[in-house]
């Protein structure tokens, strides 16, 4: 099952699930599925996709496609900084407002484009602006994952080395006061602590020696949480965080990666609930993604190799390094499929995979 070669990314499925209004949230097999419309969560997370695809592979043309989430995502944010999910083919929103979820995934995705150099200003400037609008609602969130989505987000955006223009874009000094109010610079640090501290003391309210986790079961987008511990970690250089995100990446690793040596998801139809066994399926490309980057942002931050090989091994489970040992990339589309159910895989190719797919790709083949 050992893959020894690297398998080439074919992007161009992206732009198939596209149109001038958004990404698709479903397909049929292979055909975007007009009656589930969009979401903010997939097209926040194709916007990621397109971003990295622009830096590695400029003249590509993914700026473009970027510009079409980010206006979407843009659209989708209401005027006190919440975020609708949810819009029919027809353009409405089916929500007045979206879950805590979507908000930290779509802050997390305006911090990364933030964050990249390569996005022109009047993009950067789009998402300094949504980003400044959500704060007081980022503020707000208690939900873990939503805490974890956004903090990733505004870590991106600190974290780059002209991160003082991002809170003081437009004034000719650090200390006027159209700059002060404009993404302050040190409140986002405060509230990148605040935020980390819930994840804190989620995990102390949870954790024994056996079971060193945030909740009493493993369910979505488990590696955000470590992940995020690690970034605010980075920021704050505190060693109770950097500690609680290693000891949680390591439950979690100890939970999904299989004796026989490949990625093993909590599946999605049951999880994993506190003293009971993990639900065997179904088995989601986006959680290989999220836990490829929170491994090799661990690999980064602390060195340890064994770090990248199990980012590498995320990847090997598009590939067939997995319990089914099967691809599921489609070798005719370049499109990925759904999961793998007990009866095999899931033949639908919708957003979330695909994306999950070239982040993760692109993230490891070229760091």
Known sequence: MELTHVKPLRAEYLRSLTDDTGIFQHTKFGVPDRGHGYTSDDNGRALIAAVILHRNHPGEDWLRLAGTYLSFIHHAQNEDGSFRNFMNYNRSFAESVGSEDCLGR????LGFTLSEPTVP??????CRFMIDRALPRIAELRSPRAIAYALVGLAYM???KDSLRYA???????????????????EIRE????MADRLLAQFEQYATAEWQWFEDSVTYGNAMLPWALLKAARLSGRADLRYTAKASLAFLTSLTFSKEGYFKPVGSDGWLVRGESAAPYD??????CETLLA??????????????DRAQMCLDWFHGRNSAGLSLIDPQTGGCYDGIHA?????????????????????IHHA
């Open 158 to 160: 600190l974290e780059t």
């Open 168 to 186: 003081f874009p437009y004034a000719n000094t650090d200390t006027s006061e159209e700059a002060a109010s404009f993404l302050p610079h040190r």
């Open 343 to 363: 009866s095999g895989l899931n033949l639908n190719q919708g957003s979330e995979n695909i994306v999950s797919y070239c982040i993760a790709h692109s993230v």
């Open 191 to 194: 509230l990148i602590e605040r």
């Open 106 to 109: 779509c802050i997390w995705a």
């Open 295 to 308: 491994l090799y942002e661990a690999y980064i931050m602390l060195g340890t190799p064994a770090y990248l």
């Open 283 to 288: 088995e989601q490309p986006i959680e290989a």
């Open 121 to 126: 200003d009047n993009m950067q400037n789009t």
